[in-house]
């Protein structure tokens, strides 16, 4: 008796395409001249919706707090990002890009590649 393999081919291509986003993450921050920790923090920040918190930043990567501020010391010294203090929640500091276009380098190609999923 044949059995279901449809979960495991499932799952290989979910590792595979992950493998694909991580490898062109790995490129992008490469040419962007960040590590590819600073990447994430990076694109995490872009992606936001609403303005991040520290926080909210930390949550999101698994980072602790401590780390999350020291991650962003290092984007601010480069110019990348700024933190700003909440006008609600003094406590609160916001997380934003500088005017700096980091991502404008990025080679569209490499974009294009960690999103395909075939072989």
Known sequence: ???DTSPFRGLSG???ALRRFLAASEEISRAAGVT???YQVLLAIKAAEDQLTIRALADQ????H?????MIDRLASADLAER???PRDRRAVLLQLTAKRWWASWPRATLASCCATSR
């Open 14 to 16: 979910f590792r595979y």
């Open 1 to 3: 008796m044949a059995h």
């Open 36 to 38: 590819a920790q600073q």
């Open 84 to 86: 700003t203090r909440s």
């Open 66 to 70: 401590h780390a999350a501020v020291q």
């Open 61 to 64: 990567l698994l980072l602790t």
